[in-house]
């Protein structure tokens, strides 16, 4: 906080709660007039920028019934099979929510963003991955870091003039990056779709969210265990709070998670259930890295969205990667996403096809061998018939 006067100010809750950071706000100082314990002054004048109120966690009832937690969308529709498939998720941190832009990704005037993500788009044919890209929160040296999941890697200070071999290098041809040291990375992450100037929604909730995040983190001593980050668009306005969680599953792969209609009290059964024990919380579930759209359609979740009990099932196995050899069709996931759809259809086709082979194999088999039981009763009878035949023509020429 920058202040105008030495002197000690005094802030009130009314000036507080309207400091606060506001999704609608242009990124822009607020002013506020509040009163100061001088003895000639009755009034002094603070800057306050909306980065200095994004602790102050007031959200008015008018902007909690219509864009918060309480909303009447809330739990409406189904989250189940919401997420396009993808096989990587590169995230650029990059500033903070206050100062993105509606379409981060394609800025003016923020251009790393932009490049990043016009280079992704140009080379993704070239990709044997298909690749999301996102914007997270980054700030005083971390503005240019790359986090890549599932791989768990990370590249420090990509600037503008490198975007084009890091994309070459990394995504393109699977190696390190020739100009930056590759760093592992360690835990669980969680990105909170924070990205109040794209969606009102995203802007109310998703701070709130952080915030109990790190709270519960704090408590829990896990600091330096889960790390939660704000994100640009991920896709689902209506779904607010969204969030993505990387993490091991109970065989140590990392899994990407979605969740949807999330609110803080369900935010310890994140932690505990899901990053704890590798459980989803299926009630808030909308899909995950590596599953097609076909699968999730097969798969689909039994419970309803709402607030009923939460139930919960084992991470299911994954990292299953979506490549050019395997897909076709395409889909974009977020602003500036790229991940193909897998068309099954020639699959389920051939898979049907073997089963009706199979059972009418089957069938001929059983008609077959039934058929050649038939002939040979039969020609047992006819013998039989004439041996008999035979013997009593020979007993009366005796007789």
């Not at 709270?215 to 969030?243: M, T, W």
């Not at 369900?266 to 024990?277: E, F, G, S, W």
Request: net charge neutral; with cysteine.
């Amino acid at each position: 906080m920058r202040i105008g006067d030495p002197f000690r100010i005094l802030i009130t809750p009314a000036a507080a709660a309207a400091a606060r950071y506001h999704p609608l706000h242009q990124a822009k100082p607020l002013l506020i007039l509040s009163h100061a314990l001088h003895p000639t002054r009755t009034r002094t004048r603070i800057l306050i920028t909306r980065t200095d109120t994004n602790n102050m966690s007031t959200i008015s009832a008018e902007d909690d019934a219509k864009y918060g937690f309480t909303r009447e969308e809330m739990y409406k529709e189904k989250l189940t099979g919401t997420v396009n498939p993808y096989g990587r998720h590169v995230f650029l941190c990059f500033k903070g929510p206050e100062m993105w832009v509606a379409r981060v990704e394609a800025s003016d005037t923020d251009t790393l963003p932009k490049l990043l993500a016009s280079a992704l788009k140009t080379r993704k044919d070239d990709m044997t991955v298909k690749s999301l890209m996102t914007v997270c929160g980054g700030g005083e040296g971390t503005d240019g870091d790359v986090l890549i999941f599932p791989e768990m890697i990370k590249y420090k200070g990509l600037k503008e003039s490198d975007v084009d071999s890091f994309v070459d290098d990394v995504l393109v041809n699977g190696k390190p990056w020739a100009s930056g040291v590759q760093e592992g990375l360690t835990g669980s992450y969680v990105f909170v779709c924070s990205h109040g100037s794209r969606d009102k929604r995203c802007g109310v909730c998703g701070p709130a969210l952080i915030e109990k995040f790190n709270a519960e983190i704090d408590s829990r001593g896990l600091k330096d265990q889960i790390f939660v980050k704000p994100c640009s668009h991920i896709g689902g306005h209506k779904y607010a709070g969204n969030l993505i969680v990387y993490s091991p599953d109970s065989e140590g792969k990392i899994m990407g998670h979605w969740y949807g209609y999330v609110t803080p009290d369900d935010v310890p059964a994140i932690l505990d259930q899901h990053i704890a024990k590798g459980e989803i919380i299926e009630r808030l579930w909308r899909g995950q890295l590596g599953q097609s759209a076909e699968v999730e359609k097969v798969d689909e979740k039994k419970l309803p969205n709402g607030k009923e009990e939460s139930k919960s099932k084992k991470l299911e196995d994954g990292n299953t990667q979506v490549t050019k050899e395997n897909v076709t069709g395409g889909c974009c996931q977020g602003a500036s996403g790229f991940s193909c759809c897998k068309d099954r259809s020639s699959d389920v086709t051939g898979e049907n096809k073997q089963i009706e082979t199979n059972g009418q194999g089957r069938l001929t088999s059983w008609l077959g061998s039934f058929e050649q039981r038939d002939v040979l009763t039969a020609a047992a009878v006819v013998g039989a018939v004439a041996t008999i035949a035979v013997a009593y023509s020979i007993y009366r020429r005796s007789g």
